[in-house]
């Protein structure tokens, strides 16, 4: 069965706006969140503009359990308003005039339903997000993560078909953000139509979605699943996104010639050819004098560049052939007396690298 | 040239003062201070003057006097009329202009707020040439109906309306324009038609914005005067507003003159007070 039959989103279009381009083609089955990661400006925000009818399309078509969205070859357009899309804004957009129940009810209201019947539907969903002790309320008098509730209940009572959610936990700190987001996760697993998460962090990403894709200056660079993206990157982007070193180079059997420099020794794959080698800022150990003999078949030297204090380790930004970004713990900094300029030697032992073919589609 | 360190005295509340809001000095220059005081003087004297003349002991008979009542009454329900059909016209209107692009719009904004700059009296002739008897529409009213508007409360109501009506519409155009369109967008995803998107969301949202324009269109509309005698003249209890009473009893009887004036004084006040978040809060204009 097609995901277009099933009740499926299916997007293959262009938005041109200005000497912005967008082209995707992506395919969301029911039930199933579809992470856009991306940077700013990447067009993910655009995305979901044009699937709730907010932006047409330039070219290409999106269609919904086989119904047509948007359609440029034919000029077939179905109105913002009457499309059966949920859309979870960036900063909520909840009406400030209106209370929280107001706001829920307001869809199926505009919907056509009754006043008495649009209250009942939103009374479901306002008890089912655990919003009853703050029907009363206006937005302004909630916090971050009630508000985050508050437009998931008002986006998920008009009934929608499809779901579409831009950065919903951007608007909070990082304290609540954990909750909200767990919460989200089960919210989603009972949305029964297809859902797109818009995001630019990759955690929240990896944790809500079921497949990811990963879109930089409009274009689609890489899709599968977010342990597959964790684990190979294929642009320097989504390595940087989950905290990767990656390298590109040229495989000869155990050894990978680096094009920014320098050579990994790798556990023999049989690999011929362009590759992709990605390292994790943990495998790498870092010494003040060259290591004596090991197991570890990678050692090579670098100064230090920089340091950042992260949660709880400090990642080095080391300069070297290749470069790379360590992670190490603030005694080992204070212990090796670690300082922008100072020489160390890197080690990684060659299980510690993913090597991986570089397919043609990706740059 | 050294600059020389020339001690002055600061006063303590003067030193908390630069010390809260920071920046240096903040005494006025003579050749800025000289001007300033006369502006002052200029706009001040003369509602002095009014107020120093005014007969209080008076004021209830002067007031009662049966042109002033006529006149006051007349002025009060037709000005709230006026404004009435400006907020029934006018922002749907406004609307239109901050909504939505067709050819010719800047030119229709341009003609909008026209009035705003026309003298009064160039509306008064502009609406005989065209309501009058003979005039470009009113002739066929008059043929038809049998209806003459000029010299009527109607021509009051059409004259006041004329004038006062571009206040309310620039101001709700301005409020819809910096509205945040989000709030629309949303509504529109969530099933809003344009027409349930105005009426739920835009309307409530620009409301203190219409309220202010509704005000300044109506003490617009209350002291209209040029308009007014031009196209609907000064019949006593029909078309006679409490400006065109002050014009006329200044000679026949200045203490109602000076009481009426002291009325549209009060009311200004009034409508100032009202709009002091809007306009008195220094500089910035939400």
């Known amino acids: 069965m097609t995901p277009e039959a099933s009740g499926g989103l299916a997007v293959d279009a262009e938005v041109t706006r200005g000497s912005f381009t967008l082209a995707v083609t992506l395919a969301a089955p029911p039930g199933q969140v579809v992470g856009v990661l991306g940077p700013n400006g990447a067009g993910k925000s655009t995305l979901l503009s044009a699937i709730a009818g907010l932006t047409p399309l330039s070219a290409g078509r999106i269609t919904l359990a086989g119904q047509i969205l948007d359609d440029a070859a034919t000029g077939t357009f179905v109105e913002v308003s009457r499309r059966p899309v949920g859309f979870v804004f960036q900063n909520y957009r909840l009406f400030p005039h209106l209370t929280v129940a107001e706001n829920v009810a307001f869809s199926p209201r505009a919907r056509g339903l009754g006043r008495r019947a649009a209250k009942s539907a939103a009374d479901h969903w306002i008890d089912r997000l655990g919003l009853a002790s703050l029907a009363d309320r206006k937005p302004d008098q909630l916090s971050g993560g009630q508000a985050q509730r508050v437009a998931l209940a008002r986006a998920l009572a008009g009934q929608p078909a499809l779901l579409l959610l831009d950065e919903p936990l951007s608007a909070l700190d990082a304290g609540t953000r954990l909750d909200v987001q767990a919460e989200l996760k089960r919210h989603l697993a009972d949305f029964t139509g297809p859902c797109l998460l818009v995001t630019h962090d990759p955690l929240e990403a990896l944790v809500l979605a079921d497949q990811l894709i990963v879109l930089e200056a409009g274009h689609i660079v890489q899709h599968g699943t977010p342990a597959q993206i964790a684990r190979q990157p294929a642009t320097d982007y989504v390595a940087k996104l989950v905290g990767l070193n990656l390298y590109t180079g040229h495989a000869d059997g155990p050894q990978v010639k680096l094009t920014a420099g320098g050579t990994f020794i790798i556990a023999d794959h049989g690999l011929h050819g362009d590759v992709l080698v990605a390292i994790r800022p943990s495998a790498m150990v870092v010494s003040t004098q060259h290591p004596q003999p090991s197991s570890a078949r990678n050692t090579w030297p670098a100064k230090v560049t920089g340091l950042t204090l992260l949660a709880d380790r400090v990642r080095l930004d080391l300069q070297g052939q290749p470069p790379a970004l360590v992670d190490v713990t603030p005694a080992a900094v204070a212990e090796l007396s670690l300082s922008p300029g100072s020489q160390v030697w890197l080690t990684v032992k060659a299980t510690d690298l993913e090597v991986y073919t570089r397919t043609s589609s990706q740059p | ?286």
Not at chain 2, 26 to 34: F, K, M, Q
Not at chain 2, 157 to 167: D, G, L, R, S, Y
Not at chain 2, 201 to 206: G, K, R, S
Not at chain 2, 251 to 260: V, Y
């Open chain 2, 1 to 286: 040239m050294v600059t020389r360190t020339a001690p002055s005295h600061l006063t303590a509340p003067e030193r908390a003062r630069r010390a809260a809001r920071g920046g240096a000095s903040r005494s006025v220059p003579a050749p800025l201070l000289v001007p300033a005081l006369i502006a002052v003087a200029f706009l001040v004297l003369p509602l002095a003057g009014l107020l120093i003349r005014a007969p209080w002991g008076r004021l209830g008979v002067a007031l009662t006097g049966a042109d002033a009542t006529q006149a006051l009454v007349l002025s009060l329900w037709t000005a709230t009329v006026t404004t009435g059909v400006s907020l029934v016209i006018g922002v749907p209107l406004a609307w239109v202009l901050a909504r939505t692009t067709f050819p010719g719009q800047r030119l229709l904004r341009a003609l909008v707020t026209l009035p705003l700059v026309l003298p009064p009296v160039v509306g008064g002739v502009a609406l005989l040439l065209a309501f009058s008897r003979v005039g470009l529409v009113g002739r066929y009213l008059d043929y038809w109906f049998g209806l003459t508007i000029p010299f009527t409360p109607l021509a009051v109501i059409m004259a006041e309306t004329f004038v006062a009506m571009p206040f309310l519409i620039i101001t709700v155009e301005g409020a819809l324009r910096s509205a945040d369109q989000g709030f629309e967008e949303a509504a529109a995803t969530l099933g809003a038609t344009r027409m349930t998107v105005f009426r739920r969301v835009t309307l409530p949202l620009i409301a203190p914005s219409v309220g202010a324009g509704a005000v300044l269109c109506w003490a617009r509309a209350l002291g209209e005067f040029g308009a007014t005698i031009t196209f609907a003249g000064s019949f006593p209890g029909q078309t006679e507003t409490m400006p065109i009473a002050v014009y006329y009893a200044l000679e026949t009887d200045p203490d109602a003159a000076i009481a009426l004036s002291l009325v549209l004084l009060l009311v200004s006040v009034v409508v100032l007070v009202s709009l002091r978040d809007r306009w008195l809060r220094g500089g910035s204009v939400q």
